[in-house]
């Protein structure tokens, strides 16, 4: 009797399931918006003239392994009209930023319920200024970005300059924890977020593939696919290789194709004005 309670007590030992991981979750907010103005300023081959206002994504991700920040938004410095001169004046008169400082990332994790602080991972697709502007914030946090990325922030091509690398920005975070990355990378090692090396928009643009458990797959394109227009068959008019951003949007299509997933693209004002504010489970 004694042996078989043995027994019992073993297989109820080894049939007891674990505890459920709380399941990872996405927020997708903007750093205030860039507008209005005509599409063609962005796509020059697009065949109407349309006014535009978009968003300038971020997003946090909840995940049971750490909290994700993917892209840090407009520097503060910008927030409530005083862009000028923090940017160059040529960007200010073109994009218009409208961000408020109640829209920079640090106060967008505190309205979620977190801090800045609390940020083990950041992401930062490329060092253009809507992108990166922020990561002076985190100085605690893993940076992960392409190697090439670094390079090119800190000396861009001649022909990439102009205004949209801005030195303030990262100049003061050359010591900082950089995940100095050379292509794809499966971030927690379980296939729920893979950084995805995606280049053309710039030398080491990369976008993220994000594993719901009721959304399903998303693919977060950050300016590898700007909006649907690019989707359409109408490329950015800004790339350092319009070869590599040709690959890169196709293949991000095939994978949404092959894997069922959804492309959320980080300037696209129609997708956010339903997508955006939300949760994604
Ligand atoms: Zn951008």
């Known amino acids: 009797m004694r042996k078989l309670g043995i027994v019992a007590a073993l297989l109820a030992l080894l049939c007891t399931v674990p505890a459920p991981v709380s399941a990872q979750k996405l927020y997708w907010t903007t750093s205030g918006m860039f507008g209005p103005f005509d599409i063609k300023a962005l796509i020059p081959t697009y065949p109407d003239s349309k006014q535009v206002t978009i968003p300038i994504s971020m997003w946090v991700l909840d995940h049971p ?59 930062t697709s490329h060092a253009h200024l ?54 794809d990378y499966d971030l927690f090692g379980d296939g729920t977020v893979v950084v995805l090396s995606t280049p053309g928009h710039t030398l080491g643009n990369q976008s993220v593939k994000v594993k719901l458990p009721e959304t399903g797959t998303v693919i977060i394109s950050q300016d590898a696919i700007w909006m649907q227009a690019n989707l359409d068959g109408y490329p950015a008019g800004l790339n350092y290789s319009i070869l590599d951003y040709t690959n890169s949007v196709n293949r991000l299509k095939m994978m949404r194709d092959l894997e069922n997933a959804k492309i959320l693209m980080p300037h696209d004002q129609d997708q956010f004005a339903t997508m955006g504010n939300k949760w994604y489970k």
């Open 130 to 183: 809507d992108h990166i502007g922020n990561i002076k914030m985190f100085p605690k946090a893993i940076h992960a970005i392409q190697k090439k990325e670094l390079y090119q922030a800190w000396w861009p091509e001649k022909f990439q300059r102009g205004g949209a690398f801005v030195m303030g920005d990262f100049a003061d975070a050359r010591d900082f924890n950089y995940l100095e990355l050379d292509g």
């Open 65 to 123: 392994k750490g909290l994700v920040v993917i892209d840090t938004g407009n520097n503060v410095a910008i927030s409530d009209g005083k862009c000028k001169p923090y940017w160059v004046a040529g960007f200010c008169d073109m994009l218009q930023p409208s961000q408020k400082r109640a829209d920079v990332i640090d106060m967008q994790l505190q309205k979620l319920g977190y801090s800045t602080d609390k940020v083990k991972v950041v992401i």
